[in-house]
């Protein structure tokens, strides 16, 4: 990255301290020659409205997204960045922070060498899930943690029959599935019981919400191996959402196919080489040490 740069920045509306640092960052880039982008939005929440874009040209020709705010807004950054191939550096201003890279405190110390190039570009897998409905496709979601089928607004057990690389794995009563990427196990998944794997693994996790049976674990699966989920749904007809990374969810009903395979585009994060992802889930998942 040389030269005068389009960067794209995206931020929680609803975290003045996130809104402050998109004002802050968006001086210190201009200051410097670099065109800044914002969603209309953001543009008005900040007073920013030379920077004001539309969402149909806000990364066409991007050069950068840097995405202010914590897990939820990196990953709503990701999912539009990935399919433009743009690289998202992540300053966390919120709590966990768990996707981000650097704080407030020290962004502008390493923007200069982010601007620079002097940084390693992570590709990081996302899971792609097709809805159909008898052979028509209702909608297509990309994410970068996790796909989740859950229950509709009654809250009852769905029954979903889950098939791997075209053998049936089982039958099974949830409160619902989530389907995860390596870069998830570390969220939702990992919540529910799933395991932590490497974010360079090439697998997907199968992970059951609240299973009606204890003999269902959650299971570890190969990308080349094609994953289909059959909606079979309750007794009383309650629609089930599917949610790609916690945001628009998708309502689908039984009979319904679920077709999860990796997505055509990858994730790029922008990473400084501060820490390790060794060193990261000892500090924010806090098993003590140095």
Known sequence: MAGTMQIALFATLNRPRALQIVRDTTAWLQARGHAVRLAPGLAQATACAICATSDA???????????????????????????????????????????????????????????AGETTLERRLMVQATAQR??????????LND???????????????VRVAGHQLGLFSADGLIISTPTGST???LSAGGPIVHPATQVLQLVPICPHSLSFRPVVIPLTDPLEILCIGDQYGDAMHMIPDGQQPLAV?????????????EALLVKLGLDSFYDRLRVKLRWGGP
């Open 57 to 115: 040209e806000l990364l066409d020709g991007a050069d950068l997204g840097i995405s202010i705010g914590g897990d939820g807004t990196m990953l709503g950054a990701v999912r539009l960045c990935a399919p433009y191939g743009v690289p998202v550096l992540g300053v966390n201003a919120g709590a966990l922070g768990f996707l981000t890279e650097v704080t407030p405190e020290d962004l502008f110390t390493h923007l200069p060498r982010v601007l």
């Open 147 to 161: 796909i989740v089928l859950r229950q509709g607004a009654s809250g009852r057990l769905i029954k979903l029959d």
């Open 187 to 189: 969220a939702y998944s």
């Open 134 to 143: 008898q052979g028509v496709t209702l909608g297509v979601s990309c994410a």
């Open 253 to 265: 009903q039984a009979g319904d196919r679920i077709i999860c395979a990796p997505a055509p585009q």
